[in-house]
Nanobody, 113 residues
Framework: QVQLVESGGGVVQPGSSLTLTCAGS????????LSWVRQAPGKRLEAIAH????????QYTDIAKGRFTISRDNARNLMYLQMNNLKPDDTAVYYC??????RGQGTQVTVTS
């Protein structure tokens, strides 16, 4: 079955960097647009970035612009989110998603001093 597994979250200080990884299986990874989304406590799910099937087209929301970079390695069925200059407001559970209905279990990112 389709499976997405996120990793790489943690507790970091403001201004730090983290790279999240999403491993996909159970589908032809290289044929699908994938996304990163997040959900902070008590808030709605927010889109962060999208990357098309071959990685040649990327779209970012205002959350990500200038700080986050999405990328993928189709040979390894992996997608990444490089996050720089993290802020306390970035504290959330981060998910990779395939379309609106398929998400992984998420990885917690906590930014605190």
């Amino acid at each position: 079955q389709v499976q997405l597994v996120e990793s790489g979250g943690g507790v970091v200080q403001p201004g730090s960097s983290l790279t999240l990884t999403c491993a996909g299986s159970g589908f032809t990874f290289s044929q699908y647009t994938l996304s990163w989304v997040r959900q902070a406590p008590g808030k709605r799910l927010e889109a962060i970035a999208h990357i098309n099937a071959d990685g040649g087209s990327k779209q970012y929301t205002d959350i990500a612009k200038g700080r986050f970079t999405i990328s993928r390695d189709n040979a390894r069925n992996l997608m990444y989110l490089q996050m720089n200059n993290l802020k306390p407001d970035d504290t959330a559970v981060y998910y990779c998603s395939k379309g609106p209905r398929v998400r992984g279990q998420g990885t917690q990112v906590t930014v605190t001093s």
